[in-house]
Each structure stands twice: as structure tokens, then as C-alpha cells.
């Protein structure tokens, strides 16, 4: 072997998998009792979407999710990261559950446990019943409570086979870009409701920590959190400014008062408003680990497009980037897993990495994604670098099993392991199946080492 890097530490029970979501990949959205979700009316707004792409269709994982869980046997991952649909299991977001849609969700982790992966629970990625986002979503005070009572529903309906559960999936990023910078639902862009939004999604998070504790014997809990390096895209003052604002909200707003008590210095005046006197205590609840989602470094500068006055700007020139555009930079990878390390002292779950990539079917049927396999190779290989240097880091899960609906991008982005041929729904593993596969095979039979080979596939 060449330039290979070695883990030297042993891994055991460190835990390969892979993450997807509710309506990127499950479709049927009028089936069984479902009822909208925000995603569903803002996907039909016009010009919000690529394409106009909606999730209506999806990967209809809803009916094959049998040849889904299959694949991901055939891949060989110790776990798979999903989420509930809520419109799907309590169609008005409150009141009575829908038990089709519960049914759907006991079939799938049925069969995930009968293929031997272990069912990792994420109670929301994005898709809020439009029913409550009728009466404000996020931006009402009432919709922690709202979200508790979904927790119990769901700790008591799943807690007999599922013990990982997240509360929330990257809450910096919907509170943004949903309520102040445009791109996501529910499309609001205004300062108050985003400062509303933060708070009463971290409240959301507390009641739900306590709910699940309470109904599920065994859980195991956490959130999962988006962390990128904020970066300002110029020397110009102006744009360092932006940068540390923007990570006040991106990096800090949603860790810093559930895992330490209190808000970023620059959030703390602005939140103040909302805030109740024991409000810090129900949000900080004990968690069991800190969930991570890293893609990239973000590059800012100051902008006046919206209310918090940044723009987006580029990575340096000589940075490679992906097809879609995001930065390659995977020591801002391992500089992350560190740095939350040092700050949470939690053990630390990857569930999501990955790129995306505009692959397609080649004239022998093979799709070849050479350029996932190089990103997956240098960012698993700086994970392992920074649990050399003490990160506490269990378990990476790539994002994704499958090409999906990517929000605002619809389905001009791939992500997935595996193609899918929206056509026909036919689903084709990629190069980079293939090579995950073979990467987490020693792994998962518990040898001492994880040998990464930079020069070869
Ligand atoms: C993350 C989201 C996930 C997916 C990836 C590419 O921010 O959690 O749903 O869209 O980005």
C-alpha cells in the first residue's frame, strides 16, 4: 500500500452508516391520511424550486423501502439515519395519530432490524405540518409544545425497537434560511420571526429531550447540528464582521444553550425579548451525544440582500469544489470534530457527509462517481486524523443512501450511493457503493485498524 493512512487507535463499535430524510426520498404525500407539510406548499410556490421539482414523487421510498433496506445490507452499514414524517403520523400536527402513517414507519423499522442496522430516529427534518405552520410554525411560542406531544407519540409508538433518538436535524440551517435568509420553507425573511424561531425551537428541543426519556426505556438521545467554519470571503473588516455574526447563528445559537446553558454573546441581547425566566433550564437538558453535519466551510461578506446583512462569498481560487460548488476543504473537517469536541465533550456521531456530483449512466450501465470516492476517501481520512489527535468520534453516516430531492435545488443535485432513475425508480449503485462498502467491511468485523489507500479506488 501507498500513501495509505492508518487509524491506529482501535474502533470498536464504531458504527458506518447512512442518513437520509422523510421528504427528500419518500414521496406519497397524499397517501394514507398524510396531510402538507410546509414543503409541500412552499415547493408549489413559483420559482422556489429548480426545475419546479416537488417531493411528490421523490424516491417513492414509501413503496419500495423494502428494496431500500435491502441495499443497505448489500452496503453493509451497522445503521441507517431517517426521519418521521410528521404530517405523515399526526396529519394537523396535533391530536390524534394516524396509524397508516405509523404502520408505515413500523414496517420500515421492521425490516431494518430483520437486516441487522440498528434504526436511527430523527423526529424532524424540515417538514412541519402545514396545519401549525397555519398558526405561525416556529415563530409561535406553542409549537415546543406542539412538538413535545409529537415526541411522546413517537417514544411511545417506536421506543420498543428504536433507542437513538435526535430531536431536531440542523436547526441553525431551517431557522436561517426558512425564516430570514429565502431558499426554504416556510420562505419568511424577517429578523424577529427568525430570533423567535431559534428560541422556540430550542425550547421544542428541551420538552422533547424529557418526553423521550420518559417514554423510552434505554434511549439513546441527541440533536444533530450543522457546524461549518464561517469564514469571511475578503480582508475587508466589513466582511469579518459578517463572518463572526453569521456563526453566532450558524455554529453557536442552537449547541451553546442546549449542551452549555446560554446563548452566543451577540444572540444573547436579541433573544432576550422571547426568553421566560426559566427558559435556559428547560432547554438545556443532558443529551448522550452530540450529532454533526459537515460539509464545507462557508465564505462571508457583508450584503444587505436580508435582514442580517451577509452575503455568501467564494472559497479562495485555488480551492478545489464540488459540481456544486461547495469547497473540498476536509482539514476545516477535522479542525471541526476537534474543536466541538473540546467544547461539548460529547462523544460526536457524523450523520452527514457526503457531496454531490452530476452523475450519470455510462454506455456499459455503470454510473462511475469518481469524484464522491475522492471527497468521501479525504474526508473520512480527516476524521480518522482528528480521533488520532483525541476527537471522541463514534460513528459516520454518509448523506446519502440515495439521490433525493435536495430542496431548493430539487433534483438537479445527486447525493446518493446509489442512483436513482427517476423515471423509473430504478435504483443503481454507484462506484461509490461499492467503495463504502469495502471501506466499513473490516470495520464492521471489528479489527483493530481503518486503513484508508489515497492512490487507488
Ligand atoms: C443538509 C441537509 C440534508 C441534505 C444535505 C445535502 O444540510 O440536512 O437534508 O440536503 O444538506
Request: with cysteine; charged share 20%.
Amino acid at each position: 500500500m501507498v500513501a495509505g493512512i492508518a487509524c491506529g487507535k482501535p474502533l470498536p463499535g464504531f458504527v458506518w452508516g447512512v442518513s437520509t430524510s422523510s421528504y427528500q426520498i419518500e414521496g406519497a404525500v397524499t397517501e394514507d391520511g398524510r396531510r402538507p407539510s410546509i414543503w409541500d406548499v412552499y415547493c408549489r410556490q413559483t420559482g422556489r424550486i429548480v426545475n419546479g421539482d416537488t417531493g411528490d414523487v421523490a424516491c417513492d421510498h414509501y413503496h419500495r423501502y423494502r428494496e431500500d433496506v435491502s441495499l443497505m445490507h448489500k452496503l453493509g452499514v451497522g445503521a441507517y439515519r431517517f426521519s418521521v414524517a410528521w404530517p405523515r403520523v399526526m396529519p394537523s400536527g396535533q391530536g390524534e395519530a394516524n396509524e397508516r402513517g405509523v404502520e408505515f414507519y413500523d414496517r420500515l423499522i421492521d425490516t431494518l432490524l430483520a437486516a441487522n442496522i440498528e434504526p436511527w430516529l430523527c423526529l424532524y427534518h424540515w417538514d412541519l405540518p402545514q396545519a401549525l405552520g397555519d398558526r405561525g410554525g416556529w415563530t409561535n411560542r406553542d409549537c415546543a409544545a406542539w412538538f413535545a406531544d409529537y415526541a411522546t407519540l413517537i417514544g411511545s409508538r417506536f421506543g420498543d425497537r428504536v433507542k437513538r433518538f435526535a430531536t431536531f436535524n440542523e436547526p441553525s440551517i431551517f431557522t436561517l434560511f426558512g425564516y430570514c435568509l429565502g431558499g426554504q420553507a416556510p420562505g419568511i425573511s424577517d429578523l424577529g420571526s427568525l430570533l423567535r424561531a431559534i428560541h422556540h425551537v430550542n425550547l421544542g428541543h428541551g420538552a422533547a429531550i424529557d418526553r423521550l426519556r420518559a417514554s423510552v426505556t434505554g434511549a439513546s438521545l441527541g440533536a444533530i447540528h450543522n457546524c461549518q467554519p464561517c469564514r469571511p470571503a475578503t480582508a475587508d473588516p466589513a466582511d469579518s464582521t459578517a463572518a463572526k455574526k453569521l456563526d453566532a447563528y450558524w455554529n453557536g445559537a442552537f449547541p451553546d444553550p442546549q449542551l452549555r446553558g446560554v446563548y452566543p454573546s451577540l444572540l444573547a441581547d436579541l433573544i432576550a425579548p422571547y426568553q421566560h425566566p426559566d427558559d435556559a433550564a428547560k432547554i438545556c437538558r443532558s443529551v448522550d451525544w452530540f450529532g454533526l453535519n459537515h460539509y464545507s466551510p462557508v465564505y462571508v461578506r457583508a450584503g444587505d440582500a436580508n435582514p442580517l446583512g451577509i452575503a455568501f462569498g467564494d472559497a479562495p481560487p485555488d480551492v478545489p469544489r464540488s459540481d456544486m460548488g461547495w469547497p473540498i476543504e476536509p482539514t476545516a473537517f477535522a479542525q471541526t470534530l476537534s474543536d466541538i469536541h473540546k467544547r461539548y465533550n460529547l462523544p460526536i456521531y457524523v450523520l452527514e457527509n457526503g457531496t454531490a456530483s452530476h452523475d450519470k449512466i455510462g454506455t456499459t450501465g455503470l454510473v462511475t462517481d469518481q469524484p464522491r470516492i475522492d471527497y468521501l476517501r479525504a474526508y473520512v481520512g480527516a476524521m480518522l486524523e482528528a480521533i488520532e489527535n483525541g476527537a471522541d468520534v463514534r460513528g459516520y453516516f454518509v448523506w446519502s443512501l440515495l439521490d433525493n430531492f435536495e430542496w431548493g435545488s430539487g433534483y438537479s443535485q445527486r447525493f446518493g450511493l446509489v442512483y436513482v432513475d427517476y423515471p423509473t425508480q430504478r435504483r443503481i449503485p454507484k462506484t461509490s457503493f461499492h467503495w463504502y462498502a469495502g471501506l466499513i467491511e473490516p470495520t464492521s468485523k471489528r479489527t483493530a485498524a481503518v486503513v484508508l489507500n489515497r492512490t487507488s479506488n
